[in-house]
């Protein structure tokens, strides 16, 4: 997969990658936690699904990605 974009919160980095087939995933501790049809989509849609948990990798407990201030517009996210 070709990573894309980046956003680094505090339970570690997502990232908007792209696979061969041009679907578009959000990664998060190596693993797609989500597949779309375009970044943009990819990235409103991930921030704004409600109740979306994803397992801190660290510390084993479901965080609440609401709380983790990841922007919902591809602007807040860095290039890699």
Known sequence: MDKLLKFESTAGTFYVARD?????HIIFNDESVGIY????????SFVNESGFYILHPELAYPLDT??????DDISGWQPC
């Open 66 to 71: 609401f709380d983790l201030s990841i922007p």
């Open 37 to 44: 049809g375009d970044i943009a989509d990819a990235v409103d």
């Open 20 to 24: 061969d087939g041009k679907q578009v």
